[in-house]
């Protein structure tokens, strides 16, 4: 906005035929103007715009849920695969397909391609493996993360606990990767380890002081 209003500021002050001193002089005061909050949004207004309000405590901490891939995280609670076969089909079904097959503009979920190149030879550019669960997340504990927070797509974050860990089930158990008599918790899910774990590593690079100057 600073910028802008100068730019204004000089182009009319050149269509009328002010000289080099005025213009400065104008733009200046424009830049002034604006430091003293006169422009709003300047970094000394007082004026508000009456748009937003503070975030309460209640809301923060709702979205301040965030799951490691260790799983010290995790809530309470529990969820049979069985149980999340029905949540799926109430709350992802519509998006994500029946059976975890994608839609045309939602991705394919389920899908475990147990063939394909060793880890070392293993490129995610270059593989052909559809990009499921079962292919491609590294750890469970973060399916358990992205579904709590991120689904339903329509209303993030309205599922329950025990109905995240149901659904986390029913996915893991449709990739073939866990039992579809597993009941998951917080322990059982930090037990899982998932097919592509060893196609990732840890970033353990450290900051550069140098870079950040």
């Not at 590294?138 to 991120?150: E, L, N, Q, S």
Request: proline fraction near 7%.
């Amino acid at each position: 906005m600073r910028i802008a209003a100068a730019l204004v500021t000089v182009a009319c002050l050149a269509a009328c035929g002010g000289g080099a001193k005025a213009t400065a002089d104008a733009t200046n005061a424009s830049f002034a103007s604006y430091d003293a909050g006169a422009v709003p949004g300047g970094p000394g207004a007082k004026a508000s715009y009456g748009l937003g309000h503070a975030a309460a405590d209640s809301a923060i901490a709702a979205m301040n849920q965030d799951i490691g891939q260790d799983g010290a995280e995790l809530p309470a609670g529990r969820g049979t695969v069985a149980q999340g076969a029905v949540v799926y089909a109430a709350q992802c079904a519509q998006c994500h397909g029946a059976k975890g097959e994608g839609m045309p503009t939602f991705p394919k979920l389920v899908g475990r391609d147990s063939a394909g190149a060793p880890k070392p030879e293993f490129q995610f550019a270059t593989t052909n493996k559809t990009k499921t669960i079962g292919n491609y997340w590294p750890h469970a504990t973060t399916v358990f993360d992205y579904i709590k927070r991120a689904m339903p797509f329509a209303t993030p974050g309205s599922m329950t606990d025990d109905e995240v860990y149901a659904v986390t089930a029913y996915l893991l158990s449709a990739n073939a990767i866990i039992p579809d008599t597993t009941t998951l918790d917080a322990a059982t899910l930090r037990a899982v380890r998932m097919p592509a774990r060893d196609h990732f590593v840890p970033d353990n690079r450290k900051p550069n002081a140098a870079a950040r100057e």
